[in-house]
């Protein structure tokens, strides 16, 4: 099994920046991409960001690009998430997630709530 805990959501303003951090422990062996998800009150969870465990290659959903930044620290098992220019529409709980390649995500984290005042 992977454990995933997330930290870092909170209250913010438009136009904010906030950085979600996202660490994994057991079976590390496991992941090939960890990223985020997000699902605001009413919608379906929909795909933020994802990154490739070795290689590093990023994915953005086209609502977030040049907005949010997805890096990974190998060492410390840790994918983050920057985000920058926060608007109503970006709030949210944030998932967490990993899984062996893209698109087959088996792990899943709690959530963290990120709110964005107008």
């Known amino acids: 099994q992977v454990q995933l805990v997330e930290s870092g959501g909170g209250l913010v303003k438009t136009g904010d920046s906030l950085r979600l951090s996202c660490t994994a422990s057991g079976y590390i062996s496991r992941i090939g991409v960890m990223g985020w998800f997000r699902q605001a009150p009413g919608k379906e969870r929909e795909f933020v960001a994802t990154?490739?465990?070795?290689?590093?290659?990023?994915s953005l959903a086209d609502s977030v690009k040049g907005r949010f930044t997805i890096s990974r620290d190998n060492a410390k098992n840790t994918v983050s998430l920057q985000m920058n220019s926060l608007t109503p529409d970006d709030t949210a709980v944030y998932y967490c997630?990993?899984?062996?390649?893209?698109?087959?995500?088996?792990?899943w984290g709690q959530g963290t709530q990120v709110t964005v005042s107008s």
């Open positions: 990154i490739t465990w070795r290689g590093g290659l990023t």
């Open positions: 997630t990993a899984g062996p390649y893209y698109r087959k995500y088996d792990y």
